[in-house]
């Protein structure tokens, strides 16, 4: 089942979702596109979260959408507690993940590399990918969630 953010959450529940995601997912990723280069603060970043680099690979998909536009460069992290916090000391808005200053579209894959989590940040949308039971699992470790997420109305896919 998909729910859909119907708003940003707090950084508070945007840093309680990233906790949580440690217990549900093994990766990450990140999106840089090439129609906006990285400023200094952006390559900052980039090698800040450069310990937890698995891969980079050029593409015109990321996990739990359809296709980019264009290519864009796609890198996979582990992800786990180290690269949760080092993501809330960098930028604890979630929609505030955007060239040039930050690498796009933070997506959190369950081991399998299914999609759990999915955002486009300069779209203002994200939603979650969940089984049965996975949503009030989700809403009691991040309650404020249970606010704003709503079941999706079939436009967003996995």
């Not at 995601?21 to 906006?36: M, N, Q, T, W």
Request: proline content about 6%; some cysteine.
């Amino acid at each position: 089942m998909i729910y859909v953010l119907r708003n940003e959450p707090s950084p508070g529940a945007f840093c309680d979702l990233l906790d949580y995601g440690v217990e549900k997912c093994a990766f990450a990723v990140l999106i840089i596109r090439p129609i906006s280069r990285m400023s200094p603060r952006g390559e900052e970043v980039l090698k800040l979260l450069e310990p937890h680099l698995l891969e980079k690979k050029v593409s015109n998909q990321r996990p739990g959408t359809s296709k980019l536009s264009e290519n864009a460069l796609v890198q996979k992290y582990k992800y786990g507690a180290p690269l949760a916090g080092a993501i809330q000391k960098l930028n604890d808005r979630l929609y505030s993940w955007l060239q040039p200053n930050f690498p796009e579209d933070l997506c959190l894959l369950r081991e399998n590399g299914e999609a759990w989590f999915v955002s486009s940040a300069h779209k203002k949308d994200s939603f979650f990918s969940l089984g049965d039971g996975e949503s009030s699992g989700l809403i009691q470790k991040v309650p404020e969630l249970g606010r704003i997420l709503k079941k999706d109305d079939g436009t967003h896919g996995v």
